[in-house]
């Protein structure tokens, strides 16, 4: 990473007696991307100075994420996270942002082998690392996974199509309630979550397409 001024990690059989370094050295890296935050992610370094609870910071939850995310470079389970929140009785939302970092950098990472040439693929994405997603994107780039310009195509889209999107839904919940008859509850977010992946492709563009989208979508659905 010669414009970043760290070193990727290579992963692979560490032993156990070797996490602690690994992690210490992770951390050490994702303070230098830190510092970097404006030039990889434009407009986030406000982000990072949010307090999360009194005296933390998103970037201190930051570089405790970066260093927790040592288990097979984290794709063990999250018990290590959820250890360490219980032992610093870090408040809910410090352990969520932190565990959100760990798993949004996993679905960055997979989504960079399979890539992210949909609309719907980018969509899903962003929306699945939710308010974490600056975070993932900088571990991501802590680790090595993505370069500059792939992270800024994430960051550009994410700030721009899909918040646009997030403020001007095409359709709500009762609209689809009333439309397609089904019952309020998980199913008519799934909906909503189709339609705003189909619009992300650029299938649907308003709100009739949307519902004609979901009617369709439902009658080609296999009952049970």
């Not at 760990?102 to 969509?123: F, K, P």
């Not at 839904?169 to 199913?187: C, F, N, Q, Y």
Request: proline fraction near 5%; include cysteine; hydrophobic fraction near 40%.
């Amino acid at each position: 990473m010669e414009d970043a001024g760290y070193a990727p990690l290579v992963c692979g059989g560490l032993e156990r007696h070797d996490i602690v370094a690994v992690s210490a050295r992770t951390a050490r890296n994702a303070e230098a991307v830190l510092r970097d935050t404006e030039a990889v992610l434009p407009g986030a370094g406000e982000h990072f100075s949010e307090e999360l609870e009194k005296g933390l910071p998103r970037s201190s939850a930051f570089l405790l994420a970066a260093y927790l995310f040592e288990e097979c470079r984290g794709y063990g389970p999250l018990g290590r996270v959820d250890a360490a929140a219980r032992r610093l009785r870090l408040s809910r939302r410090a352990h969520r942002e932190i565990s959100g970092t760990v798993r949004g950098t996993r679905l960055i990472r997979e989504a960079s082998g399979t890539g992210l040439a949909s609309g719907a693929q980018r969509y899903r994405l962003v929306d699945g690392c939710g308010t974490s997603l600056p975070e993932a994107l900088l571990l991501t780039r802590t680790l090595g996974g993505l370069d500059t310009a792939s992270l800024r195509g994430i960051w550009s889209y994410a700030v721009g199509p899909y918040r646009r999107q997030k403020e001007n839904p095409l359709v709500r919940g009762d609209d689809i309630v009333r439309a397609l008859g089904v019952e309020p509850g998980p199913p008519v977010g799934r909906l909503l979550r189709l339609v705003e992946e189909a619009r992300a492709d650029g299938l649907v563009k308003t709100s009739d397409e949307a519902l004609e989208y979901l009617k369709d979508t439902v009658r080609m659905t296999p009952a049970g």
